[in-house]
Antibody
């Protein structure tokens, strides 16, 4: 069965970077794009970007283009999101999600708190 | 960027009644719309894709309709577990798959 498991919560200082992992299993990793979506406290869903695990090509929302890095490790079927120059308004739950007819499988979310 | 606008922001409905949620796209997205349910503290769950196809395991009381710029999610007879926040999403304009701002469905 498909499983998507993310890394644990993070607390970061403003200006730092954070790297969130998303480990998948139960399907062919390279056959489906993976997306990143975030949700600030009490707010809606914000699409951040995607990675094609087959080759590693990425695309991101304009809001994040200079701060976001998405990578993958095919040996462990894991994708990564790195966000740099963190600000307090980056405090949010970060989700990865598999792209198939919409986003059919989601990770459980990773809370990133940015605070001095 | 395609903007998805959901209405109403909050919908109050009694259990057993029907709920109708709307989503409008700022330009045509064909039928490339998905609907998600999000309960407190949980990740979103895919309900509908292709505007009207239920995802695996989704009860038949959930139905979707629409094409172009106007879309609707209908829940025919509300159960207690259906009170949650619902999001629409367009996946027509690759790669920026934008979401609506959400509709909170609450118990009346």
């Amino acid at each position: 069965q498909v499983q998507v498991v993310q890394s644990g919560p993070e607390v970061k200082r403003p200006g730092a970077s954070v790297k969130v992992s998303c480990k998948t299993s139960g399907y062919t990793f390279t056959s489906y794009y993976m997306h990143w979506v975030r949700q600030a406290p009490g707010q809606g869903l914000e699409w951040m970007g995607l990675i094609n695990p087959n080759g590693g090509v990425t695309s991101s929302a304009q809001n994040f283009q200079d701060r976001i890095t998405m990578t993958r490790d095919t040996s462990t079927s894991t994708v990564y999101l790195e966000l740099s120059s963190l600000r307090s308004d980056d405090t949010a739950v970060y989700y990865c999600a598999r792209n198939f007819n919409g986003f059919d499988f989601w990770g459980q979310g990773t809370l990133v708190t940015v605070s001095s | 960027e395609i903007v998805m606008t959901q209405s109403p922001g909050t919908l109050s409905v009694s259990p057993g009644e029907r709920a109708t949620l709307s989503c409008r796209a700022s330009q045509s997205v064909s039928r490339n719309v998905a609907w998600y349910q999000q309960r407190p503290g949980q990740a979103p769950r895919l309900l509908i894709f292709g505007a009207s196809t239920r995802a695996t395991g989704v009860p038949a009381r959930f139905s979707g309709s629409g094409s172009g710029t106007e879309f609707t999610l209908t829940i025919s007879s509300l159960q207690s577990e259906d009170f949650a926040v619902y999001y629409c999403q367009q996946y027509n304009k690759w790669p920026a798959y934008s979401f609506g701002q959400g509709t909170k469905l609450e118990i009346k």
